[in-house]
T-cell receptor, first 113, second 112 residues
Framework: EDQVTQSPEALRLQEGESSSLNCSYTVSGLRGLFWYRQDPGKGPEFLFTLYSAGEEKEKERLKATLTKKESFLHITAPKPEDSATYLCAVQARNSTSYGKLTFGQGTILTVHP | EADIYQTPRYLVIGTGKKITLECSQTMGHDKMYWYQQDPGMELHLIHYSYGVNSTEKGDLSSESTVSRIRTEHFPLTLESARPSHTSQYLC???????????FGPGTRLTVT
């Protein structure tokens, strides 16, 4: 069974204090790993897709990396507007054609000014 | 920016009422999904559709039903709402199952 574990559950940072969020996964052959951002009371907003170990993607202050067992979301010099819940999801290579995603429980990031 | 819409955004309703949550997308995506999310918990898939006239149940058992008569429209119906149905319902779509899913803003349902 596919599993996704995110850590820490919650992270408090000062503005400008860089850090990383972790997503550990167990899947029978990875097709893709997805990062989303979710603000309170809203739907998840797509950030990145990573397909193979060693791949990196960047967007503004965020950089996502992928290994064979985990993914990191690095946040460089965060700002208060980066405060949100960050979700990680995986899709197995042998998933049926509907594209099943298995989500982690998320990391709640709070950035204080 | 994803063009996927959900109405209503918030709904408070009494036990036993029939409700329909609306989801529409203007991206022409064939694949659409309904997820349920409780506070602080993972998203769980309750329904999905490959295209028009195709609907399937997801991993999480749900008493809701869905229909897909038009590509852009994927409504979810609860025939008789119960307090256990209180949750956030999220609709999503994708152009292909191997790609990212785009989510709507969600409907927060409270059944009293």
């Amino acid at each position: 069974e596919d599993q996704v574990t995110q850590s820490p559950e919650a992270l408090r940072l000062q503005e400008g204090e860089s850090s990383s969020l972790n997503c550990s996964y167990t899947v029978s052959g990875l097709r893709g790993l997805f990062w989303y951002r979710q603000d309170p009371g809203k739907g998840p907003e797509f950030l990145f897709t990573l397909y193979s170990a060693g791949e990196e993607k960047e967007k503004e202050r965020l950089k996502a990396t992928l290994t064979k067992k985990e993914s990191f979301l690095h946040i460089t010099a965060p700002k208060p507007e980066d405060s949100a819940t960050y979700l990680c999801a995986v899709q197995a290579r042998n998933s049926t054609s509907y594209g099943k995603l298995t989500f982690g429980q998320g990391t709640i990031l709070t950035v204080h000014p | 920016e994803a063009d996927i819409y959900q109405t209503p955004r918030y709904l408070v309703i009494g036990t036993g009422k029939k409700i329909t949550l609306e989801c529409s997308q203007t991206m022409g995506h064939d694949k659409m999904y309904w997820y349920q999310q409780d506070p602080g918990m993972e998203l769980h898939l309750i329904h999905y559709s490959y295209g028009v006239n195709s609907t399937e149940k997801g991993d999480l058992s749900s008493e809701s039903t869905v229909s897909r008569i038009r590509t852009e429209h994927f409504p979810l119906t609860l025939e008789s709402a119960r307090p256990s149905h209180t949750s956030q319902y999220l609709c999503a779509s994708t152009r292909d199952s191997a790609y990212e899913q785009y989510f709507g803003p969600g409907t927060r349902l409270t059944v009293t």
